[in-house]
């Protein structure tokens, strides 16, 4: 079975490793790396989880901590050790990639991408394709030319912009700074703020680091967890 998954999201790594048991996988992503730039609050409800996919070296670049809102964690560095895992096990990643189009050709089809500095094919034959949801505002806008009627989407989700940003926990709580979403502490002493639509407040000192993206609009489906369960309904649905 050759299966073929477009956009570099935790959804298609988690998708990936699991045909990659009855078959061959590509991921295709338009960026030069998975994850990046980050658009995903760093949370876990069970950290558990983690130790079926990452060693106890790798969980510890995660950086956990307990919040009353779930583990805060790196979630760059969940996306790095996720894509090396995946890539260990088999599962072909081409970065700096883009589908330009797809045709069926008898009982499979074909897809066909752009070149990279990688020398790497530029057709590929599928007899799954799956489309997940990509972060908005790619380099040069560019996107994946999809046509439906030949793939399966990933998820019919309601999703609406959403602003992160991170400080220091030391700076944190600030009077001023209206109640987040979400609040993860991490225990490398910083802290990711996290509200729908766009940035409400800015602290005196200024963000680390700030993000945006468009995400589920419910906050329970907003973590790791949430993530592998919907991954797994998926995956039964389609048996």
């Not at 073929?4 to 699991?18: K, P």
């Not at 790619?138 to 793939?151: A, C, M, T």
């Not at 220091?168 to 979403?181: C, D, G, N, V």
């Amino acid at each position: 079975m050759d299966v073929c998954i477009i956009g570099g999201s935790l959804e298609a790594l988690l998708l990936a490793l699991h045909y990659q048991e009855k078959g061959t996988v590509s991921i295709f992503e338009i960026d030069a790396e998975l994850g990046l730039p980050i658009s995903h609050p760093g949370r876990v409800l069970n950290p558990s989880v983690f130790n079926q996919y990452f060693s106890t070296h790798q969980i510890e670049f995660l950086k956990l901590s307990s919040n009353p809102d779930g583990w805060g964690c790196r979630w760059e560095w969940v996306m790095k050790h996720m894509t090396s895992v995946a890539a260990s096990k088999g599962v072909n990643i081409y970065p700096r990639t883009r589908v330009l189009g797809m045709v069926q050709q008898g009982e499979t089809i074909r897809v066909s991408t752009t070149k990279n500095e990688r020398h790497q094919p530029t057709e590929f034959d599928a007899d799954l394709i799956i489309s997940t949801r990509e972060t908005l505002g790619k380099p040069g806008r560019l996107q994946h030319v999809v046509d439906e009627s030949l793939v399966i989407s990933f998820t019919n989700q309601e999703y609406v912009q959403w602003f992160g940003g991170t400080l220091l926990t030391l700076h944190h709580p600030h009077p001023s700074m209206p109640t987040p979403a979400l609040t993860l502490s991490r225990s490398d002493g910083q802290t990711e703020v996290w509200w729908k639509g766009k940035c409400p407040w800015n602290p005196p000192t200024g963000y680390l680091e700030t993000c945006s993206g468009f995400l589920p609009s419910i906050v329970d489906d907003l973590s790791f967890d949430a993530i592998a369960q919907r991954v797994d309904d998926f995956i039964h649905s389609l048996e």
